[in-house]
């Protein structure tokens, strides 16, 4: 195993990103954002002026070629300052340029790589629905009699961004009779279709938007909406559980790191201007163990998260590993946020510092994107650990 310097191209780009947050992601601003469900589309425009959002994007397509080193490098920085940002990033580059790319026709790639590029395009997924697993979903859709359209019915849940985005990714049920897991399909719905109602979730978590149910009521899309084209109806599946979901393990997981990093920071920095007993906090003896633990798992979160990465990156096979850094890396940054918290005693809990929103966005981190139990099983299952 070689340990190497992180790329001349990537310091740099971290560095004109934490010059860009702190010039564009004043803190009360975000803490006013967060409060609000926000996240201004018109500092997305300025991040995107950067040309990160290419970052996922073949040059051929107008993008800067795969890069996804840095592009998760993109995704850590700017969750510094929570998901106002990152999120938004997320829902571009990552599910738009790496699906569109994996799996787009060429149509779908002319179209709409070039805009994505650009910070034009935005995707949410429909995955998860109120009554069902992943593999027996019962958002159902068929093709018209003519075979030229998709007619959709059923509720997805948790639809983060669907208000924003242009397409939602919809995983739906395409042949009730069929073979389990060779019997769905990924259909691209606009949010403004006809028969398509948004209903918020309010939650406590993530609040650069709204999630919401998406109801869908005979919506009906061309057969060009289906990502692939007609050819791949029925191979939903495959495509959302091959290569993608890899690296889409990597993306909450990159979040949870930089918001941990960002609660060290301010734990640190809390604890030696704040006095008790005559003495800086920092001084105390548990409360430095407290503080050199958690930066001693962020490290350990660091060294697992670029090690994922660059396997992804290189194009190694990475499901044990991209599922092993999410189950650790979310399960340990909550960990170290709430040790943070800690340390900061009351005010940790309280408006007017960051702790309080790293604590309420962590705490999903382990539930979100496929829960840590699921990552557990998808380890034993790849590793052929026996059920029976
Ligand atoms: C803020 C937020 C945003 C989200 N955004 C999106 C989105 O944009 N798109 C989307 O599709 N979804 C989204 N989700 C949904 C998210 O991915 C799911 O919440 C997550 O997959 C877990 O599903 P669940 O909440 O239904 O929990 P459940 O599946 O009901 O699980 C509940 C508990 O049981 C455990 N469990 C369940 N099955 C098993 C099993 N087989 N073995 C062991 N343990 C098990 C889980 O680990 C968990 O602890 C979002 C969720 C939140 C909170």
Not at 61 to 90: C, N
Not at 98 to 123: S, V, Y
Not at 264 to 273: C, L
Request: net charge negative; proline share 5%.
């Amino acid at each position: 195993m070689n340990f190497a310097p992180e790329a001349e191209h990537i310091i740099m780009l971290r560095d004109t990103l934490r010059r860009f947050v702190a010039a564009e992601l004043p803190r009360e601003k975000v803490q006013q954002w967060d409060r609000e469900h926000h996240s201004p589309p018109e500092v997305f425009r300025k991040l995107a002026d950067l040309g990160v959002c290419g970052l996922t994007v073949p040059e051929e397509y107008g993008g800067q070629g795969r890069d996804l080193m840095a592009a998760v490098a993109v995704v850590d920085e700017l969750s510094r300052r929570g998901m106002v940002l990152s999120g938004p990033y997320l829902h571009s580059a990552f599910y738009g340029g790496l699906n569109i790319t994996a799996h787009g026709t060429d149509t779908q790639k002319r179209e709409w790589l070039p805009r994505i590029a650009r910070g034009e395009m935005f995707f949410s997924y429909g995955l998860s629905e109120p009554d069902a697993d992943l593999a027996a979903i019962k958002t159902r859709a068929r093709l018209s009699d003519d075979g030229t359209a998709v007619i959709v019915n059923g509720t997805k849940r948790w639809c983060t961004f669907s208000e924003r985005a242009d397409y939602l990714i919809m995983l739906v049920n395409s042949d009730p009779q069929g073979e389990r897991y060779k019997n769905m399909t990924l259909v691209l719905v606009p949010p403004d279709a006809p028969g398509v109602t948004l209903e918020p979730i309010d939650h406590m978590n993530i609040r650069y938007t709204l999630s919401n149910d998406v109801i869908m009521e005979d919506v009906t899309v061309p057969v060009e909406n289906i990502l692939g084209g007609p050819e791949r109806w029925n191979q939903g599946w495959g495509m959302l559980m091959g290569d993608v979901l890899d690296i889409e393990k990597l993306e909450i997981t990159t979040v949870a790191y930089g918001i941990a990093c960002a609660a060290v920071d301010e734990a640190w920095q809390y604890s030696q201007e704040r006095r008790q007993f005559g003495k800086p906090i920092c001084a105390h003896q548990a409360v430095r163990h407290q503080l050199v633990d958690a930066k001693t798992k962020l490290q350990a979160c660091r060294h697992m998260l670029y090690h994922a990465t660059w396997l992804a990156h290189t194009g190694q096979p990475c499901s044990v590993e991209t599922s092993m850094a999410k189950l650790f890396i979310c399960d340990t940054t909550l960990e170290i946020v709430l040790t943070c918290q800690q340390v900061m005693g009351a005010y940790g809990l309280a408006e007017g510092y960051d702790m309080e929103r790293h604590v309420r966005d962590i705490v999903g981190m382990p539930i979100i994107g496929g829960s840590s139990n699921i990552q557990k099983n998808n380890i034993a299952n790849r590793l052929r650990l026996p059920s029976k």
